[in-house]
């Protein structure tokens, strides 16, 4: 949790892109990798939110970002699932809703079929970048 608020989206495209166009990886490769990435990063978030739980509003980090958190929060309580899926394509936000969707108590089945799903519809978007990129450049 937390990786992807110091390692740029643009990064993982970049070095993706220079492997797949350099014949180094394959998309079967990369992109099984990059959703298995992505659900362990958002699951690691999710479960230390889950066991943090209120305990997080006490948090130096979440005092000083109390406005945002607590707007953050009522959004992923309302919009559950939508906060889940739009969250992993929103690069400020992607670190943070895993924790805070955990510290709102969803059940862990719910939170993980719908991570599930978003990261599979991230990766192959991944996919489709790198394809793209590969073909502009090439």
């Known amino acids: 949790m937390g990786v992807g608020l110091f390692v740029s989206g643009v990064i993982l495209l970049s070095v993706c892109t220079i492997l797949y166009a350099e014949q180094i990886a394959t998309l079967e490769q990369m992109l099984p990798l990059a959703f298995l990435g992505a659900l362990l990063s958002d699951h690691s978030g999710y479960y230390i939110g889950r066991l943090m739980g209120p305990k997080f509003h006490h948090t130096t980090f979440a005092r000083k970002r109390a406005t945002i ?44 079929a719908y991570d599930c799903v978003s990261c599979t519809v991230w990766a192959l978007c991944l996919g489709l970048l790198v394809v793209g990129l590969d073909k502009l450049w090439g």
């Open 69 to 112: 958190l607590e707007k953050a929060e009522k959004n992923i309580v309302k919009y559950g699932p939508f906060a889940i899926f739009f969250g992993r394509f929103l690069t400020p936000i992607r670190s943070i809703v895993p924790l805070l969707t955990g510290v709102s108590g969803m059940g862990r089945l719910k939170y993980s």
